[in-house]
Antibody
């Protein structure tokens, strides 16, 4: 099982970022992909999940309306797009695989550093 | 949201000695129909993503050394490293996955 994320980004305040999570080694659309982030020196903050088989998504309330989770089953890849970025969105963003919506994360991507700066 | 609180925030233990980390959730994460506690433990080394150690509060993930063990139920949980090795230096997180949003503790930094 591998989850490989896209590279680091520097984004201006107010813009959007789209992070990809390319998976391999398992049947993509039968597992949930969850997203979380980690600000420098901080703990992990949950963003939401997508179930690729149905496209079902759910988000933490903090991100409702500002995040979009999508997937492309033809290339086993999930995406997280966060809009209207602010400086406190500067974090490492992770995707992780789980065998359910309310489930532990058994494999993680390597992380994508998103820096919000003008 | 379920708040997860870990203690201590940091911990220094001699090589070969026992390390114990506590985790408390603001609500029970025990789901009676499945008889399971929806609680996991992760290890994060510097510059790396978290790594799953324990799930269902006490089940060790495949490949995790047996010096790692965990226990607890309801709202109170413990991770124990029976004999600390140099490679165990990391930050440890507990996570509740009983309800969305999934939440993590603030982390416990473990040093030699």
């Amino acid at each position: 099982v591998q989850l490989v994320q896209s590279g680091a980004e520097v984004i201006e305040p107010g813009a959007s970022v789209k992070v990809s999570c390319r998976t391999s080694g398992y049947t993509f659309d039968t597992y949930w992909i969850h997203w979380a982030r980690q600000a420098p020196g901080d703990s992990l903050e949950y963003i939401g999940y997508i179930y690729p088989k149905s496209g079902d998504t759910k988000f933490g309330q903090k991100f409702q309306g500002r995040v979009a989770l999508t997937s492309d089953t033809s290339i086993s890849t999930a995406y997280m797009e966060l809009s209207n970025l602010k400086s406190d969105d500067t974090s490492v963003y992770y995707c992780a695989r789980a065998d359910g919506d309310e489930y532990y994360f058994d494999s993680w991507g390597q992380g994508t550093l998103v820096t919000v700066s003008s | 949201d379920i708040v997860v609180t870990q203690s201590p925030v940091s911990l220094a233990v001699a090589l070969g000695e026992r390390a114990t980390i506590n985790c408390k959730s603001s609500e029970s994460v025990f789901y009676r129909p499945y008889n399971k506690n929806y609680l996991g433990w992760y290890q994060q080394r510097p510059g790396q993503p978290p790594k799953l150690l324990i799930y269902w509060a006490s089940t060790r993930e495949s490949g995790v050394p047996d010096r790692f063990s965990a226990s607890g139920s309801g709202t109170d949980f413990t991770l124990t490293i029976s004999s600390l090795q140099a490679e165990d230096v990391a930050v440890y997180y507990c996570q509740q996955y009983f309800s969305i949003p999934i939440t993590f503790g603030q982390g416990t930094r473990l040093d030699i």
